[in-house]
């Protein structure tokens, strides 16, 4: 298997953004990570920048700060800022600050990383394509591309039972990431060499994880560049994709929350986003959409849908599936995987929601504490 040998061979070299970038990934400071070094926050400043080189005990030193492999910081993925489009959730809360948003791109960028790497050594065949639309040949614009999405997977008409797993067997791969302090749910890239990538907020309700795929998915197809017009295509796009209009049209005629919430599990989205497209779809008035919303403030629906409504969450299996393959096929351990990506065993598992790996997290007091924390 050529993969290791590939790794020692850039094991030499120095990728100086991977040290920014796992500072960022752990929330650190430059002047926190210099204290624990024991050198200038300027020279920290400049050995990330590539302007300073590193001695031997000052890279062990940096491993341990920065809990991670020396293999960590020989990925020689590039960089890459925030993607063409990020959900509109990040840019209505203004208040989220740099650092936080430069956490979440540093865990996206490691993933990319990651995969760039574990990917060379394997091969992912989609079971069906994932075309992409020019929208000034669609007439229907985002609503087209949506059908034609369904069409080109042959899809049976109504709900869509699992998303995610249709996006994964289009060759996406769909990552569960840590993005409730950024306030995002979701955002994709598509990069030269790799599958088109979608990053989901983990937390987020099955119910919104399925419109913020669909979403994300949309951008994929319809938007190669940005548009000024295309977060709102991108819930058009969702919202025909998940609620086909020839479908759901009837059940929408003069809805009321009972019947929303009698439609919600079977479509598996949300009840608000069955009143939007309601409304959309000219299914009831203006002064019943007004209502209708009016009414799910007073119950408190707008900020949380009731409990016994709740969707659960659809779980990625073509990342594990990943995992599984160098496991099985390739016959790595966990700690060579582990290695390979720079990373303890045990910060593995979370980063890619792995339910079948061994070394699990242990709660802090040192790395050596006995009782493993159970990961949800
Ligand atoms: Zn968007």
């Given at each position: 298997m050529t993969l290791i040998s590939k790794m020692q061979a850039v094991e030499h070299d120095l990728n100086h953004e991977m040290i920014l970038l796992r500072r960022r990934m752990l929330g650190y400071t430059q002047a926190q990570v210099a204290d624990s070094l024991g050198v200038?926050?300027?020279?920290?400043?400049?050995?990330?920048q590539g302007l300073k080189e590193i001695d031997e005990p000052l890279l062990d030193k940096l491993c341990d700060v920065l809990k991670c492999r020396r293999s960590f910081f020989a990925h020689?993925?590039?960089?890459?800022?925030?993607?063409?489009?990020?959900?509109?959730m990040f840019r209505k809360h203004a208040s989220v600050g740099q650092k936080v948003l430069d956490?979440?791109?540093?865990?996206?960028?490691?993933?990319?990383?990651?995969?760039?790497?574990?990917l060379s050594g394997l091969e992912i065949q989609p079971d069906f394509p994932l075309p992409q639309y020019d929208l000034d040949d669609l007439p229907k614009g985002a609503v087209q591309a949506a059908q034609y999405v369904r069409r080109a997977w042959q899809l049976p008409d109504g709900p869509i039972p699992n998303l995610t797993v249709l996006c994964e067997r289009a060759g996406c791969l769909v990552f569960a990431c840590d993005m409730s302090e950024a306030k995002?749910?979701?955002?994709?890239?598509?990069?030269?060499?790799l599958p088109p990538l979608i990053f989901l907020n983990k937390d987020l309700p099955g119910d919104r994880w399925r419109f913020t795929l669909a979403h994300e998915l949309g951008h994929l197809v319809m938007h190669a560049y940005p548009n000024p017009d295309m977060e709102d295509q991108a819930n058009e796009f969702a919202s025909e994709l998940l609620m086909p209009e020839k479908d759901i049209g009837r059940d929408l005629r003069n809805i009321d929350l009972a019947r929303a919430g009698m439609l919600k599990p079977i479509w598996k989205v949300s009840m608000g986003a069955l009143l939007v497209r309601a409304k959309r779809l000219q299914k009831i008035t203006e002064g019943q959409s007004t209502y209708l919303w009016r009414t799910m403030s007073m119950l408190g629906y707008r900020t949380a849908e009731p409990v016994e409504l709740s969707i659960p969450r659809?779980?990625?299996?073509?990342?594990?599936?990943?995992f599984e393959h160098y496991k099985g096929q390739l016959e790595y351990n966990e700690e060579e995987i582990s290695e390979l990506l720079g990373l303890y065993p045990e910060d593995v598992p979370q980063l890619y929601e792995?339910?079948?790996w061994k070394h699990r997290l242990q709660l802090v007091e040192g790395r050596q504490a006995a009782k493993p924390l159970r990961l949800a």
């Open positions: 200038s926050q300027g020279f920290l400043s400049k050995l990330e020689s993925e590039r960089i890459y800022g925030a993607p063409l489009s990020t959900h509109p956490k979440l791109l540093a865990d996206v960028n490691a993933r990319i990383a990651h995969f760039r790497l574990m995002i749910d979701g955002i994709s890239y598509r990069i030269a060499g659809e779980r990625t299996t073509l990342v594990p599936s990943v792995l339910t079948n």
